[in-house]
């Protein structure tokens, strides 16, 4: 059996324990995460594309609810964890916002963690449209993400 800690037990609870989140699950934002970047994504696209990628990223949002994604490394996978930091977990879409003629591609990013302290929560830390050379401004952005979750933690008492 191995010793490294099981990450991501409530968005990837059926993979991750073999079974549903253990209590009702639910999303919650610190003061500064926002949608913006994936709107300013969908900026000019058609509104088939737009309802395509709203449904997309509904449809992760509530797996990660009902315990339902994925998590690992690599395209195939829904949730990772975010190695340049110590709390932040990723969920990745590989298809969204949907590639539009002309414009870069780009791929929507939600930082995010699981807090022990508050059983059930999902706490939404940022949103980013990554780029496909954009590994450096992702580390960038989940280390905010991991800076505005000790912000949260300090502010609700909560303990590392």
Known sequence: ???????AQ??????????????????????EYSRQ?????LEGVSIPVLQR???LFAEKIDGAVEGVLKFGKGEKFDVDF?????????????????????????WLRIYFSEPDPKPGLLLNLNMHCKSADGL?????????????????????????
């Open 53 to 55: 990628a709203y449904q």
């Open 82 to 106: 975010m190695r340049s930091t110590s709390d932040v977990l990723e969920i990745k879409w590989s298809n969204n916002p949907p590639k539009v003629r002309g414009r870069q591609q780009v």
């Open 136 to 160: 450096e401004a992702q580390t960038e952005e989940a280390v905010i993400a991991q800076e505005r979750f000790d912000r949260w933690q300090s502010e609700n008492g909560a303990a590392k």
């Open 37 to 41: 970047p994936f709107a300013e994504a």
């Open 1 to 7: 059996m191995s010793s490294q800690p099981l990450y």
């Open 10 to 31: 409530r968005s990837c609870s059926w993979q991750q324990t073999n079974q549903g989140p253990v209590c009702e699950q639910y999303w919650e934002n610190v003061e």
